[in-house]
């Protein structure tokens, strides 16, 4: 029995998880960095213990203060969120060394999914198609690699082998940039995971990033939740996902659906996982990788499914059996996800870090928000740039994007600058709109500045506001001005009347 | 009160007469212009057509952010135009070039030493924030002449890294 | 065909509005009074307009000029929300007699309905039961009603005739009071709704306020939407609703269902209405009346059937057929509304009125929120007190409770006084959480200073805080007081400088 | 600093003797307090248990609101208790009433007239705010001595309406 919960995580996803728990009437212990005192999973768990300094390697890395902490606290299971410790095979054996429970996969298939290489090994023998590249070759040097490059063809990818989200990974599109790139990609790898192994991986032109939703419970029962489109990436960081996607029919969706089961099966999976596909233009599929968590996009498809993905991870690992069989599911209306990053689109996505001074939700029918933040917050430079997810759901994908579309324009956030704008300019565009994208859109077919050369164009009334603005503001500048002036003949009458009385 | 206004090349002479009541290019104009939440946000009402933006004034330029676009307003009172008019540039170019943090960050490396030569696109340094590393390079060739932080340093944004000549 | 509503209302159901024709594609013209500039749904509206002062009868009230700055700005149709003119037949018939559409029934229907004696007499000859009183006996005088009350028999209510939302209305428990309580009774329906006639109905015991949603198209369909609880009411006003109703089962739900479709037929409905029940405990049900407008509480109703009643509004005023029949409609898991009003629920529900310092709102999955106010917005003393809604769903009755607890301590609201603990309060209750409880529950049954001898008390935490709180206050104090020492010290200084120098 | 916490019939000694170490009865205790958005919600992390409350200092008491729970606390600090212990209540019961708006509101009517007789319950002012009419009643018998308000007049909350002798 679980009847108290560590969340080993900060941010958004912390308060998930401990949202979850609470109505499962499970008590929450929120760990965090000295940072995050006043966060709000920190306010909103049942107890808080705090790690360590504001650097994740001295805070939310510490993964033996977290079981440290786990077991003071009578806490009998871990829920990893994503990022940190989440895909960390040695914290999770920890975990289960330690007598707890760790709500996630067996350290094995992390272990097995993790490390990149023989995932696309275990995949590939369980017949799943995977993308062309040097897995099952081992970890090489980049002697080597720079040697088996051209048989994979350019421009290709490389990955991390402990990665994901990005980090890590660069593009290359000649020869001649293996050196440097291989060179950065380590660096950035082994800051990032402690792990500068990379491998290289064909990069597929006009391809989709299609993932599913599995959930295995410990039982042997492996059920689907259909899709999520995630091509929408800039610098291989997901920006907006939907589900399901406009790609996708129900003969695709069942079939690769049952390839991502089967995908599972093959690392006797348990809890929550995706299978993340590419699919190209001839909707041909290959496997990429398996994440072996909760993933940031999983709002998505518990709105159109209507499963609570992070209260099934609790049953699963409480080993209660899944309630629904595959047949239950079914998708109704469609959803989109837009990540709400503190960076400034205007100006190259450059991090964004205050006080948010003010925030106002959009609100009404279809809205989810699920943030980490709120007014008052200060942003620290120390953590990922996500503040929150702005989530709609509409009976149609039309709907849903105009639903968004003012969401968006109604989410006002003062202090720090976010990429709304960014997602309000995808949000016009007739591509976007049409379904008709893939990986590349982001950053070959859609520019900040073009999307602006819109019909919707209003430059008389910004030069309006601005000189509006201006005006106000010299106009209370010079209010303080004469504040001054006030307080000098203050200071003068004051001196006269000290003059008189001395 | 007169302004020169200029976005995407248009210039709007616009005059403040009154809390209500601007004209622009000459033609007056009913507004009723509010502050949303105290302050950034604004809140317009022009001929029964309600706005609302982010406007964020800065040294060099007025920023608007209406509907997911963002229009640069270069705004001028009285006294500038007239400055202006009667006043030559007369800022030489120092041919130096501050490197500047764009956010802040902690300092992962530095590959670069004092007098050394570098060309345009070379890594100057290396930052990382919010989980990212960010390649600072150089934007010309020139040489290092001076160097104010070394790696493991924290940076604030806008804090002089590195001076090229 | 409409492509621009005038939305002729303000606060959260104006917001509502005002969302639901942006998603159709619709434009929106929000009109307002000078309190109002600054509020949400002028923001949000394409276009605003000026009613006049604070008052509501020199604006929100003032169909005359709604209906010229809707012909003004080029607007076909008007969505009058609820309150103010949603329920004036004057004011529907004006509005097509304008040549716009009324988005909601014919003036006929509203006069059929608003009359409560009227409806009560169209009803019974429908077939369908009303509470015993003194319907269909035409507007009798105060001596006419005080010789007419014996024999409906004590407790009884004085409810106005025109009346709506607890106004004008009065509970009488012996005959001495009648006097009295009918002259109060006729100066508050005076006021609020421009007409002192009132009529004596039988006060049911035990009872319980079950509401059907039913929506009737121009074509002749007419279906339900399942049952509201909203047996949850103090001063006659409705706090809190659900649906579906714990009391009802699906056989009941089906005969009153129908029965509520056969009084809608009974004038000739049109859009989306209300027909309000009685329901005592031996499962006898009595009509009380129909609300021939939108509900305060319509998004329990939305979130349980997956139905927007808004849009369905606006189509239906557009000519299009239902798109739903009563086949389609099944409710599915539990919805929980919880009004939230500035008030002071410690001291007697005073309203609290003044500026919305700061906003922190309740997030993550089945939370939604309808709000009139954001952040920096001030309460103004011309309105009703409702400033923002908030609804949980859930599986179960059980989740949807357990997520509103959550979600109301979550939910900060700083700068008013809101009647969130109150909420807090009944969600703990033992009988609310059993459903078991009648119209008189809040009044009679429930305190909010019992409620505090709760398990979960701690008043040494409180001290502590207290202390805390105090302690820093007292330092700011001390500092502002050094400060002031500065300034005193500089102003000498200022005057030894000016002796100097003169 | 040493304090005197009454709650519920209950007394708190409680000192606090530095930024996160008070002692409470004797005992100490290590406490994290730090003010959430600014002010009014606050944040206590005790023994690793996490609470917040919105705590309200006003003349009287200090109102705390915890998880729906309402706890007015009283509290004396060092000076006060000293006071209280060297002096006495010396305020003389007045015999006035004065009648003052619970809210802020539109009087609507003023049902009595000046050195009229009322009796405890007769309504003394009508005043409409929010929709709703509020008959302000007479707690007790007493004579107008002084009127202040007519029907019409907006009234700020807390202002004096009527006085009875």
Redesign the interface.
Same mark, same amino acid.
Not at chain 1, 357 to 361: A, E, M, T, Y
Not at chain 1, 381 to 385: A, E, Q, R
């Given at each position: 029995m679980i009847d108290k919960v560590l969340v080993a995580n900060r941010g958004e996803i912390a308060?998930?998880v401990i949202?979850a728990c609470? !109505?499962l009437?499970i008590g929450t212990v929120?760990v965090y960095s000295s940072a995050d005192?006043?966060a709000l999973h920190?306010? =909103?768990?049942? !107890?808080?213990?705090l790690l360590g300094p504001p650097p994740?390697r001295d805070s939310y890395l510490r993964g033996d203060k977290i079981i440290e902490i786990a077991k003071r606290?009578g806490a009998q299971a871990i829920h990893p969120g994503y990022g940190f410790l989440a895909e960390n095979e040695g914290f999770a054996h920890a975990v289960e060394g330690a007598g707890l429970i760790f709500i996630g996969p067996r350290s094995s298939a992390i272990a097995a999914m993790g490390d990149k290489l023989e995932a696309r090994s275990t995949v590939t023998a369980a017949g799943v198609p995977v993308v062309p590249g040097t897995e099952g070759k081992g970890n090489l040097q980049d002697g080597e690699l720079i040697a088996v490059a051209p048989e994979i063809g350019f421009p290709l990818l490389i990955k991390a082998t402990a990665g994901g989200g990005g &980090?890590g990974m660069r593009e290359v599109r000649t020869p001649e940039e293996m050196p440097d790139l291989l060179q950065?990609a380590r660096? !950035?790898a082994e800051?990032?995971f402690g792990d500068g192994n990379v491998y290289l991986e064909k990069l597929l032109l006009d391809a989709r990033h299609i993932e599913f939703q599995i959930l295995a419970d410990s039982h042997g029962n492996v059920i689907h939740l259909g899709e999520r489109e995630c091509s929408l990436q800039r610098r291989h960081q997901k920006l907006l996902e939907e589900s399901p996607s406009p790609f996708i029919d129900e003969e695709l969706r069942s079939r690769m659906g049952t390839l991502a089961c089967t995908a599972a099966q093959a690392v006797d999976y348990l809890n929550a996982g995706t299978i993340e596909f590419l699919v190209d233009k001839d909707r041909n599929y290959y496997f990429l990788e398996m994440n072996t968590r909760l993933q940031v996009e999983h709002?998505v498809t518990?709105f159109v499914t209507?499963v609570?993905i992070v209260k099934e991870q609790i049953r699963i690992a409480m080993g209660e059996r899944l309630s629904l069989t595959q047949d239950d599911i079914h998708l109704?209306g469609w959803a989109i996800e837009c990540r709400i990053n503190?960076?400034d689109p205007?100006?190259?996505f450059?991090?964004?870090?205050g006080k948010l001074? +003010?925030?106002?939700?959009p609100?009404?029918?279809g809205? &989810?928000?699920?943030?980490g933040v709120?007014?008052?917050f200060e942003i620290s430079?120390?953590?990922?740039?996500l503040i929150?997810k702005l989530i709609c759901w509409?009976?149609t994908r039309q709907?849903a994007i105009? &639903?968004m579309r003012?969401a =968006?324009?109604?989410y006002?956030v003062?202090g720090v600058k976010t990429n709304?704008?960014?997602? +309000?300019?995808i949000?016009?565009s007739p591509q976007f709109q049409a379904g008709d994208f893939d990986t590349r859109f982001i950053e070959e077919q859609f520019s900040?500045e073009e999307s +602006?050369n819109?019909k919707?164009? =209003?430059?008389?009334?910004?030069?309006?506001?601005?000189?509006?603005?201006?005006?106000r503001?010299?106009q209370r500048a010079a209010q303080i001005v004469r504040r001054g002036d006030r307080d000098t003949s203050?200071?003068?009458r004051?001196? &006269?009347?000290?003059?008189m009385n001395h | 009160m007169r302004y020169l206004a200029t976005v995407e090349g248009q210039t709007y002479e616009i005059e403040i007469n009154g809390e209500n009541e601007i004209t622009v290019d000459g033609k007056p104009i009913d507004v009723d212009f509010i502050a949303v939440a105290d302050h950034s946000v604004f809140s317009l009402i022009l001929d029964g057509i309600s706005y609302e933006a982010y406007v964020y004034p800065n040294e060099t330029e007025v920023e608007v952010l209406m509907r997911g676009k963002r229009y640069p307003v270069h705004v001028e009172d009285e006294r500038q135009i007239r400055l202006r008019q009667t006043s030559k540039d007369s800022v030489a170019d120092t041919g130096e070039f501050l490197l500047k943090a764009p956010m802040p960050g902690l300092v992962v490396s530095v590959p670069v030493v004092m007098e050394q030569e570098v060309k345009s696109g070379d890594n100057l340094v290396i930052l990382e924030s919010m989980k990212m590393q960010n390649e600072l390079k150089a934007p010309r060739d020139g040489r290092v002449t001076r160097l104010r932080v070394q790696a493991g340093d924290n940076v604030d944004q806008n804090q002089v890294l590195i001076v090229l000549e």
């Open positions: 308060v998930r949202r609470r !109505e009437g929120a005192r006043s920190v306010r =909103l768990a049942d !107890e808080a213990y994740a606290s &980090r950065s660096r !950035e800051a990032a709002p518990e209507g609570d109704k503190a960076e205007a100006h190259n450059v991090p964004s870090t001074d +003010q925030i106002i939700l609100t009404g029918p809205i &989810r928000v699920d943030t709120y007014p008052g430079p120390y953590y990922d740039s929150s509409g009976e709907e105009v &639903r003012h =968006l324009e109604e006002r003062v709304i704008p960014f997602h +309000q300019c949000m016009d900040l +602006q819109g919707h164009k =209003l430059p008389d009334i910004a030069a309006i506001l601005a000189v509006l603005v201006t005006h503001e010299g203050n200071w003068k004051m001196g &006269r009347w000290e003059r | -």
